[in-house]
């Protein structure tokens, strides 16, 4: 298969995680749509092309780990497992329900192929850091990638992580921040700016790049370039747009925790490429 066949599968399973992310939030009635779809593009390239993963073996000792330590994007972690074979995809359709193993935060003890329980933001990335110094004092050869929120990167604990990493030479650690430049309640810029943010990590030295998260060409050529440097950490600092494939949901703070009306919900169908009929199957 040529790089350019490649990159219409990948753009295509990419449409795909859209429709199923959508689809399971819908179900659910209620989640964080808009930061899921942000990275639905950087899920895909990692999960079908660079993660070390087996879905019949989740708990396999030598896989590449993976936190999301923005947990509340976890109906796009939860869509891309299932597109990955980890758990029937029919699973999804109990997301956030009374007794399913789905919640609104990804719980590791109870899902397939969650590394990693996250929610609170500024934990979940220094929790991957710290299995990457393990696997280094054991000799081991995996991987760990985590995926930031932009906003995230206001705590303290991701700083406090940062430094370790870089003091101890984690060239296993792979950081990657979903810049879509807005949190809960504004724009970043209006609350705490962040900028320039790759001078920052350079400062407590990462090797740094930035690239467009939704170029497929883009992240592939990223991560095949790590480490970015041998002893050091990477971070990749992917400019995102917050609620993409959904015209009304793109880069507007309103929608960081919010369903569709009937209205707004024939338009999203139209943008996924959905029918009303597809929305009720997952």
């Known amino acids: 298969m040529g790089a350019m066949d490649e990159t219409r599968e990948l753009e295509a399973k990419s449409k795909e995680l859209r429709k199923i992310i959508f689809k399971a939030i819908y179900h659910a009635g209620g989640g964080h749509l808009a930061s899921s779809l942000s990275i639905a593009d950087l899920l895909v390239v990692l999960y ?7 879905p019949e073996r989740p708990g396999w000792d030598s896989r590449d780990r993976f936190i999301l330590s923005k947990g509340h994007a976890c109906a796009a972690l939860y869509a891309i497992l299932a597109q990955k074979g980890f758990f029937k995809r ?12 789905l919640g609104g935060h990804p719980d590791m003890l109870k ?3 969650v590394d990693a329980s996250t929610g609170s933001l500024g934990h979940g990335f220094p929790y991957g850091v710290g299995i990457a110094f393990s696997g280094k004092l054991n000799e081991r ?23 370790f990493a870089a003091q101890h030479g984690l060239d296993n650690m792979i950081a990657i921040v979903d810049y879509n430049k807005l949190q809960a309640m ?3 810029e209006n609350i ?7 001078e920052k990590w350079s400062a ?3 090797k740094t790049t930035e690239i467009d998260g939704h170029n497929m060409e883009e992240i592939e050529t990223a991560l095949n370039k790590i480490p970015f440097k041998k002893g050091s950490p990477s971070l990749i600092i992917a400019h995102t747009t917050k609620g993409k494939g959904i015209s009304f949901a793109e880069n507007a703070p309103i929608w960081h925790y919010r369903m569709p009306d009937e209205r707004e919900l024939k338009v999203a ?7 009303e009929e597809e929305l009720i199957r997952i």
């Open 48 to 54: 079908f092309k660079f993660l070390k993963v087996d």
């Open 141 to 163: 050869d995996y991987k760990v990638y985590s995926i930031l929120g932009d906003g995230e990167c206001q705590e303290g604990s991701i700083w406090e992580a940062a430094i």
């Open 204 to 206: 407590f030295g990462w």
């Open 192 to 198: 705490g700016s962040l900028d320039p943010l790759s």
């Open 269 to 275: 169908l139209k943008d996924l490429g959905m029918t």
């Open 186 to 188: 504004d724009f970043i």
């Open 90 to 101: 029919e699973l999804l359709l109990s997301m956030c329900r009374k007794g399913s193993v």
């Open 111 to 113: 899902i397939p192929g």
